[in-house]
């Protein structure tokens, strides 16, 4: 059974993709190759339309068969549409208010492609000079700890004075926030670099085994941390790891560049907050959400 593009799919990939335009018009280009109605569709307006399909079914519109069936569904969405317009959907205020969210998206979109996403490169030599500054990245070095986490500094302070006296795991189990290594004595078990936050993981990784840190402040409250045990094996190579880091780097230094930017903008702007007016509506306490590289 041959394999076909499918209107939902279709109609999805032309929401999600990104249209480029075609080469330069030419007399081949300005050939109609559908026409629905009055609606008429060229060469140029088909390639770009499959320059709109997304990666996974470019290869299905590479053959004349493909290509036949892609045509077969944008004759489909050309009926699908005058209907729409037929039924004036476009003028009905939910579609009306949409078509601003869409279009408010598309400008900031737009945006950011312009002042960030073409403005900021790394490139490979960026990569491999990161690479060679931060060895202990890349160590594959893995560490056990157990730690304790609390709400203000002064209770933390007492864990310390306690911690002279009393046992970790005890202590764990009694008063730490975090109940799911708690209920373990406060164990984490093995993690590596980049999996917690980075003020947790600079002190956690800068213990000896068995020792146990200062008060270690971070977005969660206040720590105290004992390291268990640690385990090395051989540094990952640069080819393992160049395409991630690339990215991250990438993701780093756009994140720095909005930052800067936005700053800017708000310089010459007023903005002010009613905040006596909050809040607004019914509003329900949110469960707290689970955070990333929370320990």
């Given amino acids: 059974m041959r394999r076909k593009f499918g209107l939902w799919v279709f109609l999805s990939a032309l929401a999600l993709g990104c249209s480029a335009s075609p080469g330069g018009s030419t007399e081949a280009k300005d050939k109609v190759l559908l026409k629905v109605n009055n609606t008429e569709i060229t060469v140029a307006d088909f390639e770009k339309e499959m320059d709109r399909l997304p990666p996974q079914l470019k290869p299905m519109a590479s053959s004349k068969e493909g290509q036949k069936q892609l045509l077969e569904e944008l004759a489909n969405r050309e009926l699908l549409l005058r209907e ?7 003028d009905r205020p939910e579609v009306v208010e949409r078509s601003k969210d869409f279009r408010r998206r598309l400008l900031l979109e737009a945006l950011l492609d312009e002042e960030i996403g073409r403005k900021i490169t790394v490139d490979d030599q960026e990569v ?7 060895p202990e990245e890349f ?3 893995r560490i056990r700890a157990k ?3 609390v709400e203000t500094e002064d209770e933390a302070k007492k864990v310390v004075t306690r911690l002279k006296k009393e046992m970790f795991e005890d202590l764990a189990k009694e008063v730490s926030l975090d109940k799911a290594s708690g209920a373990n004595g406060g164990d984490l078990n093995y993690f590596s670099r980049g999996q917690m936050v980075p003020e947790f993981e600079k002190a956690a990784f800068a213990l000896k085994v ?11 409250g206040y720590h105290i941390i004992r390291l268990v045990d640690r385990k090395t094996s051989d540094p990952a190579k640069l080819d393992q790891v160049k395409d991630r880091l690339k990215q991250k780097r ?23 907050i009613q905040e006596d007016l909050l809040p607004v509506g019914e509003v329900e306490e949110a469960p707290k ?4 590289k929370e320990p």
Avoid: C, M, P
């Fill in 250 to 272: 990438l993701n780093e230094k756009q994140r720095r560049r909005f930052d800067e930017w936005l700053a800017s903008l708000k310089e010459g702007a007023k903005i002010q």
């Fill in 210 to 220: 068995g020792e146990t840190s200062g008060i270690v402040k971070t977005q969660f």
């Fill in 289 to 292: 959400a689970e955070e990333k």
């Fill in 139 to 141: 160590s594959n070095e």
């Fill in 128 to 134: 491999e000079a990161y690479y060679k500054a931060h």
């Fill in 84 to 90: 729409a317009e037929r039924r004036k959907i476009a």
């Fill in 147 to 149: 730690h304790i986490l």
